[in-house]
């Protein structure tokens, strides 16, 4: 088979990969200037896999004629399916290891071997790493060259030492990570890429195999001595900029992706104190300015102060000299709302305090330096800085092929919108959805049309109009249609949350279902909600019990944490949101998943998202003040805290469905464990239903919703939940120490529970379709 490709790196994703029939392995080869090497290296693994088809991926960031060999090399080597991805200059990110990450992403086999292009590993070796992978069942088959059967001729002494420091550089980050493995920097091993978690790979330099064990801890590991000879042809690309990269690597995989520009970021605010301060002090000093008026000179020189130097050492963007007076203009609006918020801190702490201007300000400086990092980082200079050449490409390739995202929720409910909705992750599908029941675009919502029925059209709007909340809401019969303003496209969890979320609900009802505000958890087929008002603890509970699955006999798993899709027939189908956390929750599971910057801005987002934060939301929205706009430029500055639960438990267990069988309500207060009538339980369920909403504009826009011809859903959705659970036992769980994680699943394995399952599944009423997953229609007169 001859197959001639010379293709950009932007066109492979995981989602193209296919395996092609009789492929025995891809053998990836990250190349840059190896000209000289190329067709004796085709020879020698033309000889190692005599008579077998393989698959060979030169990956190029070559400025000489390698791209020109390998093409020239194809037609000498029909028994091999030999491909060349060439990158362009500004492909080139991340190195041999972006190399590599795009050869993994590219490979139609399902084992993958990596290996220089200069022959210092052995052709012949790799037959022998496939067949122990095989063996052994192993992911990962390391080529060692630290083993007592290994040889190293390829590098000197000192080049030998260096390595040596930097492999013990890495055990003293990554110790347990990297136990049991001798050589974790080598550059020649074979890996099932289907064991892999390809999107999580941010190369930076050579040593792609360290960040593939850090990434990847639970990988079956073996290894295999080699001899690591003399180089073939050519020059070696290692040099001091690769082992700063190399340490880089370290940092970030150790501390975040985000750690080391939030220190430079932090260093530039130093030095821009500094620079505040004399504007400060030489203006209301030595000009007698108002110090508050003061403080806004100082702002403006810091502002192009640390945006020369965020600009040319954080991000080295010094040399893009397009899009600068975007990027400067950005921090300009960022540094003024910074200032905004600054002002009431300097004027409680100067004039009611009696703190000295100057200390005021470096702590009013100080305190917003983190969102001030977020901000610069997620929506100046933008992540791309630390992606990996493919993710960009990936990225630009779906933002210019399609412009929306699909959203599938178990073929009941279809979305598309042009602005992303995190929440709906899950859901997510990359086909396309040609008549989705929900379509949400971003433009400018227009006015009613004069005579137009106003039970088909209705625009919420706010003081500042298109530049703030604002909304178009039309139906079409099963459809719905929404406008929403620009800025909302910026402010995705205010879109999911008080825009898409509500018209769910109620769509959701006119399918049959319910969206019902309940934490899910199973055990085994048996569902049992826990339901409470916000803010009691319902999240942190969900997570210990399920944090605590430490047993194989243990069953529980996670269906949803704060809203539950409920099928009349009783079927509880899964709806994992991301769950909000508070650094409360973070220690009540005790978990070390999340990266350094989201550790360090989880005091502050936890702060300002808390209970006393919503209250706070809710005191506003009863005022005259445009609170929705507020809301959403509060959370496009400081998103809300919300993980998937898969991040929070790492080895959570999940279902997509279960039955449900009881219930649980949870409560503060005196301890005490008290069977509720199911009515009374119903009550308490319908309330909480209700308290999550409220925010605006659902107040103003929740009677168009859910009048839908001439039927009230309100009273369409209570119908289905009473019919779903009006016969489940039920009780209420108090507790002034905040531990109804421990209880819950005492009282699910307990044998009185499972009487109280058998006499309610006994009940005459209990409806005979509960059991076949398939929702009754619910009529209403």
Known sequence: MLTKSVVSSKFFTQETRANQSGLTISVVVPTRNEAGNVEK????????????????????????????????AIEKFPAQNVRLIHRSPEEQVGG??????????????????????????????????????????????????????????????????ISRGLDMAARLFFYRRLHGVSDPLT????????????????????????????????????????????????????SAKEAFKYLNLLWSLRFGEGSLRFIGFALVGVSGLLVNSLFLFLATDKLHVYYLVSAGIATVASTLWNFGLTEAIVYRAGSKA???????????????????????????????????????????????????????????????????????????????????????????????????LPELEPFRVMTEIKDPTILVTIGLPRALKPGEDKSHYMRYRELFGHLGFEVGIEIEKENVKVVAAPMLRYSPHVLYTNVVEPLLRWTFVKRGYALVHGATIAFGDAAYMITARTDTGKTTTLLKILAYQRRNSDQAAFISDDMTIVAPNGMALTYPKPLTISYHTLRAVNTDTLTFREKVTLPIQSRIHSRSGRRFAFLISKTHLPAATINMITQMLVPPPKYFVNKLVTKVKLSQKACLTGMFIIERGKNEILPIENSEAMEVLLKNCEDAYGFPPYDDVKEFLYCYDDADLHVREQAIIRQAMDVLPARVIRSDSLDWWSQIPSFVNDEHVSSDISRALQVESFPQSRISGQPERVSVQ
């Open 41 to 72: 290296l085709l020879t020698s693994l033309k000889s190692a896999f005599y008579g077998t088809f393989i698959e060979v991926i030169f990956v190029d960031d070559s400025s000489d004629d390698t791209p020109e060999v390998v093409v020239a």
């Open 96 to 161: 041999l290891g972006g190399a590599v990450a795009v050869g993994l992403k590219a490979a139609c086999a399902d084992y993958v071997c990596v290996m220089d292009g200069d022959l210092q590993h052995p052709p012949e070796m790799v037959p022998v790493l496939l067949k122990t992978a095989l063996e052994q069942q192993a992911d990962l088959v390391v080529a060692t060259r630290r083993s007592e059967d290994s040889q190293v001729s390829g590098l000197s002494k000192a080049r030998n030492l």
């Open 187 to 238: 550059g020649f091993f074979v890996v099932r890429v289907s064991a892999l978690n390809l999107e999580s790979l941010h190369p930076k330099g050579f040593k792609i195999l360290l960040e593939i064990l850090v990434r990847n801890p639970n990988l079956r590991k073996a290894e295999v001595p080699f001899h690591f000879a003399e180089r073939f042809s050519g020059q070696s690309k290692a």
């Open 322 to 420: 397009q899009g600068r007076l975007k990027r400067l203009g950005l921090f300009f609006v960022v540094n003024v709302i910074a200032l905004g918020l600054r002002t009431p801190m300097i004027y409680l702490m100067t004039s009611l305090l009696g703190i000295y201007y100057v200390v005021s300000n470096l702590v009013s400086l100080a305190l917003l330096t983190v969102l001030r990092f977020l901000v610069a980082d997620n929506a100046i200079w933008g992540r791309a800085s630390s992606s990996s050449g493919i993710e960009k490409s990936t990225t630009i390739r779906r933002r210019t092929v399609k412009n929306t995202y699909a959203y599938n929720i178990h073929d009941i409910v279809t979305v598309v919108s042009e602005g992303e």
